[in-house]
């Protein structure tokens, strides 16, 4: 409670001391604007009800976003894992996948699928996909010899020791790559707007620098980070409930 | 499967011979070995000397380069049915309970119905664990799982039972307890046991049969000359001590002879 407390304060110390610097050295809010301002900003955004629809845009790119990379990352991860060759051979595709830029990928996408939410999807999904990927494959690889060999006493077929040994001894392993995904998630649903979205924060940033409302900006950057943090604890939350059988008590 | 129950032994391994790489020193090398129905053997010897790999192939988890393993007449070609192993560590799933740790052989051939549940209680309730069926590895001693792991590997009714150093990591006194226990279900079911150790004592205090392994071959075999059952006292007694004097001297004897073979 003590760290918590701490942790305000300190906060409350540093938008002083922001609040204090922009006033005493009279720096123009174009180039950074007091937290006072920026307050009032987000809430007349709040207030005016325009800040909703853009939220909720957003929200649903990095759901929707999220499920699909995790749900694909996993799947892939299996059957990497489960088919060593064909591992091998589709090794190299996946990888050069990640290492091309997505935001190099944005005009392609805006010519298949327009511009609004199915672009930014792909992109947060492109993003999301790797950590599962990799964490499932790593997971599901360093299943104890001594349990499969258990499975196998036990004339378990491969399905069986996937889906009742491989899968839940990887689980705290893949549950780890998807609180890497959701922040990632947040990042390629913000910057996937910034090319193709027509709504949403990260298409609002867009707008609000095109008429220089720095306030505007930072108030979004503020309702960005509260978003990636309800998103972060809720993956959090769902950690906790699925492995609460893996830890002592 | 012959009607004749096994005359040769329940467990027969003839003139088997293993090796982990094809250009490589046999781990196995030319073992006969036979268990009879409802006796407990032991296979002492020093790490590494290829005691658990011989157990493996008498578990058909391993498949022998030369010579055969059969049990109860049947030769071995992939992990024997109607075999329980326990391995050196208890190797328990921890998102399962104690109870369904020890159902788990049974689930992955069939929903387990509340017969299974009550046979798989009372195995807990043999090996001291009736109060904890509920909890989750993590919440149990390294000696409790250890009991787990042999309730598993008994659930089914097996005729045999392949151990491999499983209480090693345990305490002087859990280990005791957990070997009076194991005597204790084996004579009550009459299963057959093949038990892995590296400790002299444990060898004397549950083998009806003592073999030595010492570089990939059986050194020296012989009857533990106690009597059944045996109480924790017998382990204290002058002729405890004697068998425990007399198998030393046989492993120091097989190693003598291994140095001079080689």
């Known amino acids: 409670m003590s760290a918590r407390l701490a942790s305000g304060l300190l906060l409350l110390a540093l938008l002083a001391a922001w609040e204090t610097w922009c006033r005493a050295a009279a720096v123009p809010a174009l180039i950074l604007p007091p937290p006072s301002a920026v307050a009032a900003t987000l809430w007349g955004e709040v207030a005016s009800g325009r800040l909703w629809?853009?939220?909720?845009?957003?929200?649903?790119?990095?759901t929707l976003g999220l499920a699909l990379g995790a749900a694909v990352g996993l799947g892939a991860g299996i059957l990497l894992a489960e088919s060593p060759a064909l591992g091998r051979v589709l090794r190299p595709y996946i990888l050069a996948s990640q290492l091309v830029p997505k935001l190099a990928l944005g005009p392609l996408l805006i010519i298949w699928?327009?511009?609004?939410?199915?672009?930014?999807?792909?992109?947060?999904?492109?993003?999301?996909f790797f950590p599962l990927m990799e964490t499932t494959l790593t997971g599901l690889a360093e299943v104890?010899?001594?349990?499969?060999?258990?499975?196998?006493?036990?004339?378990?077929s491969r399905l069986q020791t996937l889906l009742r040994l491989k899968l839940p001894a990887a689980l705290p392993v893949i549950l780890a790559g998807l609180r890497v995904a959701v922040v990632l998630a947040l990042v390629g649903a913000v910057v996937g707007e910034f090319v193709a979205g027509r709504a949403g924060l990260g298409a609002s940033i867009i707008a609000a620098q095109s008429v220089m409302d720095s306030s505007l900006i930072v108030a979004l950057f503020v309702v960005i980070t509260a978003l990636g943090m309800?998103?972060?604890?809720?993956?959090?939350?769902?950690?906790?409930?699925?492995l609460r059988r893996y830890r002592k008590g | 499967m012959p009607t004749d129950p096994d005359p040769e032994g329940f467990v027969a391994i003839e003139g088997v011979r293993y090796r982990y790489d094809a250009g490589g020193p046999a781990i196995v090398n030319g073992v006969d070995w036979t268990v009879p129905r409802g006796a407990i053997h032991c296979l002492l010897g020093r790490s590494g000397c290829g005691k658990t790999t011989l157990l493996k192939l008498a578990a058909g988890l391993l498949m022998p380069d030369e010579g055969r393993v059969r049990v109860a007449g049947a030769v071995l070609r992939g992990p024997a049915p109607r075999v329980g192993f326990v391995f050196q560590a208890p190797t328990l799933l921890e998102w399962l309970s104690a109870l369904d740790n020890v159902l788990l052989p049974l689930s992955l051939k069939r929903r387990p119905g509340p017969a299974d549940r009550e046979a798989a209680r009372d195995l807990l309730a043999l090996v001291g664990l009736a109060d904890h069926a509920g909890r989750h590895p993590a919440a149990l001693s390294g000696g409790q799982q250890s009991r787990v792991a042999v309730a598993r590997a008994l659930i089914g009714g097996p005729d045999l039972l392949l151990l491999d150093e499983p209480f090693a990591a345990l305490d002087a006194l859990t280990r005791e307890e957990l070997q009076d226990d194991l005597l204790r279900l084996c004579a009550l079911r009459g299963t057959a046991a093949l038990f892995v150790t590296h400790d002299i004592a444990e060898a004397v205090y549950l083998g009806d049969r003592v073999a030595v392994m010492a570089a990939g071959r059986i050194t020296h075999s012989g009857p533990v000359a106690l009597p059944r059952p045996r109480p924790p006292g017998l382990r204290y007694e002058p002729a405890f001590a004697a068998a425990c004097r007399a198998l030393r001297e046989a492993m120091d004897r097989g190693e003598t002879v291994r140095e001079r073979a080689a």
Request: contains cysteine; proline residues 6%; glycine residues 6%.
């Open chain 1, 144 to 156: 104890d010899p001594a349990r499969r060999e258990l499975f196998r006493m036990l004339g378990a």
């Open chain 1, 113 to 128: 699928f327009g511009f609004g939410l199915t672009p930014t999807v792909v992109v947060t999904a492109l993003i999301c």
């Open chain 1, 230 to 242: 309800v998103f972060y604890e809720a993956v959090r939350a769902l950690e906790r409930l699925a």
């Open chain 1, 53 to 62: 629809p853009h939220l909720a845009v957003t929200a649903a790119e990095m």
